[in-house]
């Protein structure tokens, strides 16, 4: 029943794109074909080891991709495809790779064990191959080594493919006895220790019941803090990895291990290689991460019956951790600052600095001080970045009480060097550090303002003047501009003390997004947002400027739609630019719309707004999602401005609509459509009741679909809701296939109770979106004769509320 693949699959691999083509082409008819004959074959070139590695290892590939893909109902189908196959077959693939376990090739052991796991996650939520776990612990005795080492990498994997609930305590508590041996230091094989080590992070999930005991939680915990003394570098971080996922899994029973953990984490730090070290540093970064929830869910206070207490780990490591991390500011890489993907020991000390910040508030200021004043006037550039980043990390958890004297003594120190020193590193942070400063200390909520009329004309100075700066300084200068507009959000529409320098700003933020160096360090993109942020955050006294500004940026969105022949990056960087002048185009337009001076804009210069619609209109010619989600995001902003002028766009806008909300592919595309057909509700009200027909149809059909991701299913109720209160009683054609799909997805809602928290999250934006579209359709029908068609309807409604009532307190 198998057939020959080894030269198709080699072919698969060629250089030749056209031997590969026909290669990939017979894969796929062998496939369609006949599949358990070609999944068979798969499998019986992954275990033979007379064949090539490479068709090995694009056997096992192949494999794992029958059976599990990213999109869920693909997945879905997948699963489906494999419990209906003959279990005789099932069974003769299965043992092709559980033998594969023994082979001497590392790639296919590696592979076999990625097939077995997804296959597990497959059968056992069905409750079959019930021996699986018995056979894999049969072979932890095997005599090859590296049959023990495939073994526990298998059972890692399947611990991170199937929920705890699918396998017994006692398989279980097996696992992990086996993990653990093959962890021990008297395991003198580093590969299977290792494996055995990245299994333990997979299997802690599984662990709940062998943590909460005494005696294995200590065995746990000390081969795991034995494992991050090992020679082997590997072994090493793997085993800093398992510390920092039960520093996050199992919090509360950390107590009597941390002042070990820290002295284990405090050499590493010191003395180990970075990767290592950085995984050291994670681990007090997720402490802060758990303690800040905590703070945060209980507000501080704390009762004997509260579920999970404080520890307060932090604070009782804070005098000798703090000057940790201050250390590790210094170990600064030269270029950190040009790779925006760089992390390093000095990022990540900086980083959990931060996280300190928020843990401890006021306390970490007076130990983080020092440092600060003796390196900010060093000559050595590491020794003065440090000291910034120090400041920097420190700005956001302490009260404004004892950061606000700090901050109004530094403010001009910063200044003066983003303008002199001469390291770049020292400016890239000085620019970051004043953007946290006017994050966090600066805004309509502080009683003592650090940006006063005697010092904003030499901020914005200073901030104009760096964004002609080297990429990444000018970026941060951008953003620094950014928090401080921020600040003066909260004015209404009282006279900004930005208002003088309005222009200049802008202009300046123009001239940065037409630097020739623009595309680096996300140079271009800080200063639209920027300039986004200036415009929402301006005033009456600057619409004028606003108004001038649209043409400007319309004429640059006119340039990029010029058809002109693009290759693919530069296609790239045209379709980022649309998407980024068509986002400044939503916030121009609600801006205009929601000044005293200029609400009647759009409807008084209707020449200005027909050429405006007609450019957002072409930019759904390009193909790029992200820009027909801004041009999308603008013409609903447009339609609240125009309100039910907004109607005569309709007829060509409609097929664009259409298109949108049957976008599958780029949900967000989608969702953002059933936004856009809300906003055109409120706009239209009762005129859209010609193209309702075409719309609920379209949404109906995307409740339907499992192709869709989930996340776009509430809007869609929400929108229910919008068209009802548009179009009244007119919504009763709706009534029959609309109610029927609240009442199920309710339901749905009734059941998930009690789940993970992004099953929570996700519940209740349903719920929500259920009650938006409930509460629009009874309004829309309120005072019409037509009431009693919702009679029938008013049982379940009653007892969906009713359901929620009674969950008050789990959902709050």
């Known amino acids: 029943m ?36 070609f999944l068979f074959s798969l499998a019986g070139e992954l275990a033979n080891d007379e064949k090539p590695v490479e068709s090995r290892k694009l056997a096992g590939l192949v494999l794992k991709n029958a059976l599990d893909a990213k999109e869920q109902h693909r997945k879905f189908e997948l699963v489906q495809r494999w419990l209906a196959l003959d279990p005789s077959v099932r069974a003769q693939i299965k043992a092709c790779l559980l033998k594969t376990l023994s082979s001497p090739a590392h790639d296919a052991r590696s592979t076999a064990s990625q097939v077995i796991a997804k296959l597990a996650g497959i059968e056992l939520p069905h409750k079959q191959w019930p021996e699986l776990v018995g056979t894999l612990l049969s072979n932890i005795h095997q005599v090859p080594v590296h049959t023990k080492q495939a073994t526990l990498e298998t059972l890692g994997y399947i611990c991170e493919e199937v929920s705890p609930d699918v396998v017994d305590q006692d398989h279980v508590n097996k696992i992990l006895t086996a993990v653990v041996q093959g962890m021990n230091s008297s395991e003198s094989n580093n590969d299977v220790r290792l494996a055995a080590t990245r299994a333990l992070y997979n299997a802690l999930g599984f662990a709940q019941a062998n943590f909460s005991n005494d005696m294995e939680r200590d065995f746990i915990m000390r081969v795991t803090c034995e494992a991050t003394l090992s020679p082997e570098v590997k072994i090493r ?33 010191k003395e180990d290689e970075e990767a290592v070290a950085l995984q050291a540093i994670e681990f007090w970064s997720s402490i802060c991460d758990e303690e800040i929830d905590i703070m945060e869910e209980y507000g501080g206070e704390f009762s004997a019956d509260s579920e999970i207490p404080c520890f307060y780990f932090i604070k009782q490591a804070l005098p000798a951790l703090v000057p940790l991390l201050l250390e590790t500011l ?41 440092f600060i004043e003796e390196n900010i006037t060093k ?22 009480d004892k950061l606000l004297p700090l901050v109004n003594v530094a403010l001009n120190f910063m200044l003066t060097a983003l303008m002199e020193d001469p390291s770049n590193h020292v400016k890239d942070t000085t620019a970051w550090t004043l953007g946290r400063m006017f994050e966090f200390l600066h805004g309509s909520a502080l009683d003592t303002p650090i940006v006063t009329s005697e010092n904003c004309q030499q901020i914005i100075t200073v901030l104009i003047q760096s964004m002609k700066d080297v990429p990444n300084v000018a970026e941060k200068a951008c953003g620094a501009l950014y928090f401080l507009a921020q600040g003066y959000e909260d004015m209404g529409n009282a006279s900004s003390p930005l208002t003088p320098y309005f222009q200049d700003g802008i202009r300046s933020l123009l001239q940065v997004t037409h630097r020739e160096d623009a595309g680096e360090s996300r140079l271009r993109t800080a200063a639209y947002e920027t300039l986004n942020e200036v415009v929402r955050c301006s005033t009456d006294e600057t619409a004028s400027l606003v108004m001038q500004l649209m043409p400007m940026i319309m004429m640059e969105l006119h340039q990029t739609l010029e058809g002109q022949k693009l290759s693919a990056d530069e296609r790239e960087r045209q379709n980022e630019l649309q998407g980024l ?13 929601s000044l005293e001076a200029t609400k009647y804009f759009f409807a008084q210069s209707v020449q ?45 806008f409609y097929k664009y609509l259409e298109v949108g909300l049957q976008n599958f592919e780029d949900y967000q595309v989608c969702a953002i459509t059933v936004g856009v057909v809300g906003d055109i ?18 949404l109906l059909k995307d409740l339907a679909s499992n192709q869709l991701h989930r996340s776009v299913k509430p809007p869609i109720f929400s929108c229910f809701g919008d068209i009802a209160l548009a179009i009244g009683e007119h919504f009763e054609k709706y009534l029959m296939y609309s109610m ?4 199920s997805a309710a339901d749905l809602s009734a059941q998930a109770s009690g789940a993970d928290d992004d099953m929570t999250e996700y519940t209740n934006s349903l719920r929500n979106g259920i009650l938006e579209a409930y509460s629009g359709i009874f309004q829309g029908f309120k005072g019409s004769p037509k009431t009693q068609l919702l009679m029938p309807y008013a049982p379940h409604v009653l007892q969906f509320l009713d359901s929620l009532y009674l969950e008050k307190d789990t959902y709050g």
């Open 581 to 593: 002048l068509c986002g400044c185009l939503q916030v121009i337009i609600q801006k205009l719309g």
């Open 237 to 269: 971080q793997a085993a800093f990895e398992c510390l920092v996922a039960i520093s996050s899994t199992y919090y509360d029973k950390l107590t009597s291990y941390i002042s070990d953990i820290f002295n284990i984490t405090a050499k590493a730090v």
């Open 740 to 743: 029927p799909m609240l009442q």
């Open 608 to 652: 200005n707004t027909d050429q405006l619609m007609g450019l957002l209109l072409r930019v759904f010619a390009s193909r790029s999602a992200t820009a027909h989600e801004e041009a999308m995001l603008a013409i609903g902003a447009l339609a609240y401005a125009t309100g039910p002028d907004f109607g005569k766009y309709m007829p060509e």
């Open 681 to 698: 509700c409120r706009a239209l009200e009762d005129k859209i009741l010609p193209y309702c027909d075409g719309i609920m149809t379209q």
């Open 379 to 400: 000559p050595d550039w590491r020794q003065r970045e440090a000291a910034t980043y120090a400041f920097g990390s420190i700005l956001e958890g302490p009260s404004p």
């Open 2 to 37: 198998a057939m020959e693949v080894t030269q198709i699959l080699l072919g698969a691999q060629a250089i030749d794109s056209t031997v590969r083509k026909h290669a990939e082409e017979n894969l796929k008819q062998f496939q369609e074909q006949n599949l358990p004959s």
């Open 330 to 370: 210094l170990k600064q890489e030269e270029d950190q600052d040009q790779d925006e993907g760089a992390w390093n020991i000095a990022m990540a000390g900086g980083t959990c600095l931060g996280l300190v910040a928020r843990t401890v508030g006021d306390d970490v200021v007076p130990l983080v001080m020092p």
